[in-house]
Each structure stands twice: as C-alpha cells, then as structure tokens.
C-alpha cells in the first residue's frame, strides 16, 4: 500500500474531504478504514487524534503505522468497502482546541528560548491541560511571566504561520529550533520573523487565532 496522501499537512482548516476508500480490515482497535488521502490526523507528536465522520459511520480514533499509511476507526464499519468515494468530516471543536494548544506550544517554546535559552524537552497536549518540559535549572514566577509575555506578545501581533516542505539541504539553512527527526522531505512550521520548528501537526494560520497563552503552574522535575 502507498502512504497515505495527508491533506492536514498542506491546510489545517480543511474540515471535509472526499476520498477513495484503499482498504478495510479488523485490528485490535476496531474496523479501520485506510483511505487514498485524508484529512484526519492521527496520534503523534504529542498531539491526540482527531475524531469525525466517514459516511455514515463515526470515526473514534486515528493512527499511522511506520510505512505512513493512516488507519481510521470506524464505528460501525456498515457498508464502507473499497473502491467507494466516502466523505470525511473532521469535528471541529477538537481540531480547534488541539491546533490552538499546539500552535501555541511552538510560540511558547521560542519565547523560553528567548527568554531564558532554554529548550523544551517534549509537549503533552491533553484535553484538561498540556504540559510543556523545560531544560530551565532554577525556574520562577520571573522567568515564567516574562516566557508568557513574549508568547502573548506574539499572538497579540497576529503573525502568519505557513508551512514549507524543503529537503535535508534546504532544513540546514534554515534557523531551525530542533533538529528534524525525519529525513528526506522535512515539513517546516515558520511564525513570521520568530520561530522555525520542523513539525507534522496542525497548525493555526495566524498566531491570533491562539488565543491567550497562560501557564497556570509549574515545577521542577528533577
Ligand atoms: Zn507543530
């Protein structure tokens, strides 16, 4: 089977989608349903999966395997077969709330590395609260409202947020905060004149569409 075709990665606003249905099988999850391309994205990078529609049936959860093909779990699989033209429909609360926390999780990472020269470790988004890890020895109230202020300054400004798909040789010129951990075709997440982040989830357009950023509490770990 080819790799699933992601239209997430291009437009994270495309909440419905028409797409060929390439195979359905049983897996311990449940029916899944691997389409031509789709724009559902799945579990990965920190960031849950979005939930939906395909046809008729309600779409639970999404996965990718380590060939890139997507896997949807449908609930009830009913007559979806291959061959079909099926229409997908992405929720659109949840999608919001996962690229708002996302969006802003790249903002904050960069005002802590601004800020403090700190790098963040990993990110956890979750539907109550996402938590953020920070290579910060002494950290304090100080140090997190002056992250806070950058990172709400740059939402303030409304920055453009785009997408660049550039090879290993194009990732290298760029001022990259993290290393890609993928090769070959590598995507780029830019917020204008702040920050450039190799990344694969969905993103905000703008950086006002985030929202307010606040960091509610924080401690140390270790
Ligand atoms: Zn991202």
């Excluded at 093909?69 to 997908?88: F, L």
């Excluded at 949840?94 to 802003?104: A, E, I, V, Y």
């Amino acid at each position: 089977m080819k790799p699933t075709e992601k239209q997430y990665f291009h437009d994270s606003s495309l909440l419905e989608f028409s797409a060929t249905v390439v195979e359905v099988k049983a897996s311990e999850r449940g029916d899944c349903v691997v389409l031509d391309q789709t724009a559902f994205y799945p579990t990965g990078g920190g960031q849950p999966n979005d939930t939906g529609s395909l046809g008729e049936a309600r779409v639970i959860d999404v996965f990718e395997d380590d060939a890139n093909i997507i896997y949807h779990v449908v609930q009830p699989v009913g007559s979806i077969e291959p061959g079909q033209n099926v229409t997908g429909l992405i929720d659109r609360g949840r999608r919001l709330d996962h690229l708002q926390q996302h969006s802003g999780q790249h903002i904050l990472s960069q005002a802590f590395v601004q800020t403090c020269g700190a790098e963040t470790r990993s990110f956890h988004l979750g539907s109550q609260t996402s938590t953020i890890d920070i290579e910060l020895q002494s950290p304090s109230d100080d140090l997190m409202r002056g992250a806070e202020d950058l990172a709400n300054a740059v939402i303030f400004e409304d920055r453009p947020m785009r997408v660049h798909l550039v090879n290993d040789e194009e990732a290298a010129l760029l001022p990259l905060r993290k290393e890609s951990a993928v090769r070959g075709k590598i995507r780029v997440i830019e917020i204008e004149n702040f920050d450039w982040s190799p990344c694969g989830g969905t993103h905000a357009a703008r950086t006002g569409q985030i929202g307010l950023i606040a960091i509610r509490s924080y401690e140390r770990i270790r």
